[in-house]
């Protein structure tokens, strides 16, 4: 089994920023992919951030140029600053682990609330 924590998020008025953090610990057997997604109400859950062991990264294309990812592979933490917040990004925020061959998450933690106000 894996466990991810997340700490971050909260409320902002737009153009503020966040930062999320999440640690994930238990049987990581394998190398993994870390990421960030996020479900606003009555939408589907959407990738936001990913990045692999070897620092190739993914975001969503409204997303680019305001968060930017992060990861310590020693302390298997990955984080994702949020700047320029919009009222758009408003969901609630998932951290999430892929082992290496898979094509969707294997783990996810609790989920954090990120709220922007106009």
């Known amino acids: 089994q894996v466990q991810l924590v997340e700490s971050g998020g909260g409320s902002v008025q737009a153009g503020g920023s966040l930062r999320l953090s999440c640690a994930a610990s238990?049987?990581?057997?394998?190398?993994?992919?870390m990421g960030w997604y996020r479900q606003a109400p009555g939408k589907e859950r959407e990738l936001v951030a990913e990045?692999?062991?070897?620092?190739?990264?993914k975001y969503a294309d409204s997303v680019k140029g305001r968060f930017t990812i992060s990861r310590d592979n020693i302390k298997n933490t990955a984080d994702l600053q949020m700047n320029s917040l919009e009222p758009g990004d408003t969901a609630v925020y998932y951290c999430?682990?892929?082992?290496?061959?898979?094509?969707?998450?294997?783990?996810w933690g609790q989920g954090t609330q990120v709220t922007v106000s106009s």
């Open positions: 238990g049987n990581l057997y394998s190398i993994f992919d």
């Open positions: 990045m692999g062991s070897g620092g190739r990264t």
């Open positions: 999430a682990l892929k082992f290496i061959h898979y094509t969707v998450p294997n783990y």
